[in-house]
Nanobody, 125 residues
C-alpha cells in the first residue's frame, strides 16, 4: 500500500522556476518507473516526464524537453521535477505516479498504478 504526496507547486511568473517533489510512503518502495503528468481544466491528463527507478532512462514530452528535468533519490523515496523557463501553458495540476512494471506505453496514464493528489502550478505573464 503506497501513498504518493506531491509538493512544491505554486504561483510563478513566466520565465521562472519551480521544483516539484513527490514522496512515496511505502517503506520498500521499488517501482519500475515514476512519472509526472499534468492536467489543465477541461483537458485530458498529459504525460510530462518519467524516469525508470534505476535512473537509466528518462523521457519527456516534447514541449518541456530542455526546460524540465526529472530525477529521483531512491534513498528518500522521492522523485523530483525541476521546472525552468516556465510558460503560461505549463499551468496545470501536476501529479506524480508510480509504474510497477505493467505492460503499456510509458506516456499512457493507464500504465501507472498509483497516483498522488496533485499540486497546482500556475504560471502568469
Amino acid at each position: 500500500q503506497v501513498e504518493l504526496v506531491e509538493s512544491g507547486g505554486g504561483l510563478v511568473q513566466a520565465g521562472g522556476s519551480l521544483r516539484l517533489s513527490c514522496v512515496a510512503s511505502e517503506r520498500t518502495f521499488s517501482p519500475y518507473a515514476m512519472g509526472w503528468f499534468r492536467q489543465a481544466p477541461g483537458k485530458e491528463r498529459e504525460f510530462v516526464a518519467r524516469i525508470t527507478w534505476s535512473g537509466r532512462t528518462t523521457d519527456y514530452e516534447d514541449s518541456v524537453k530542455g526546460r524540465f528535468t526529472i530525477s529521483r533519490d531512491s534513498a528518500k523515496n522521492t522523485v523530483y521535477l525541476q521546472m525552468t523557463s516556465l510558460k503560461p501553458e505549463d499551468t496545470a495540476a501536476y501529479y506524480c505516479a508510480a509504474d510497477r512494471g505493467s505492460r503499456g506505453i510509458y506516456y499512457s496514464p493507464n500504465k501507472y498504478e498509483y497516483w498522488g493528489q496533485g499540486t497546482q502550478v500556475t504560471v502568469y505573464s
